[in-house]
């Protein structure tokens, strides 16, 4: 009698973990977003869906702050990425943080490649991308340090032709309307406020808002040049424990309107970039021109 009863409730407990247990994703009925989830065939009509526009959204190995994962700015933009695709349908390229950060390889974790390896890697990214279909590539950046290197990278693709179009995307977040800052903003620039209260949004699980007083992320103005005068030491004289605002005062609030405006951003430059027919065949004119330069009218 005791025996048949515990194993009715054993078989009772059994039954309520099975309707617990998640299930296993069941295969996707609609195409993914994401380059890697896609399976071969799938990739060929995401392409034509997508109108051959792809996503890369770049980031980087980096501290940020006490508080905030060494990996943020890759999260970040990614979560941006990923909701503004949804919106407006493109591929989503795969975890990409190889980019610009020789000014924090005194800090725990960074990773930083070689300026000629950034290069070729980008270069051969893109060109991968473009053969596999992505004729017209966003770089979404999510990272402060990459705001000289992406423009350069742009730029040089006029130098050889490329039969598609790189444009760079910078971090489109906040502006106007933006909920009012507890901080400075003229220094909220790297693990700050902003930064942080986004993080919230797309990782709160990483957030350790606790921790975010530990250090101080105050301009400590070691350097005076004068304006227009460039050093790469800038930074390190400006923040040397690579925290730049006040973490401790980010909100939810916040970061909502940091990331809608960000995959708002994300959403219209991919539909401004779908209805572009201009660049390429500009570009096309451009390379054509430049074999035979004594053609061009004077
Ligand atoms: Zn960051």
New binding site residues.
Partial sequence: MHKTLLISINAFCASILWAQAPSPPSPQTKLSVHWDELTAADFKDAIARAQGTCLLPFG?L?K?GAH?PLG??LL?VRYAALNAAQQEYAIVFPEYYFGQIFEAKHQPGTVAYSRRLQLDLLQETTDEMARNGCKKIIIVN???GNNSLLPFFAQTQLDTPHDYVVYVLGITRGGPGEPKHKSNPATDM??GES?TSMSMIARPDLVHLDRAPQESGADQARLKLPDGLYTGIWWYARFPNHYAGEGAVASRELGEFEAKTWINGITQAIRAVKADQESLRLQNEFYERSKHPLDTPQ
């Fill in positions: 980087i980096e940020h905030l943020n700015d970040n999510g990272h402060g790297h693990a930064e």
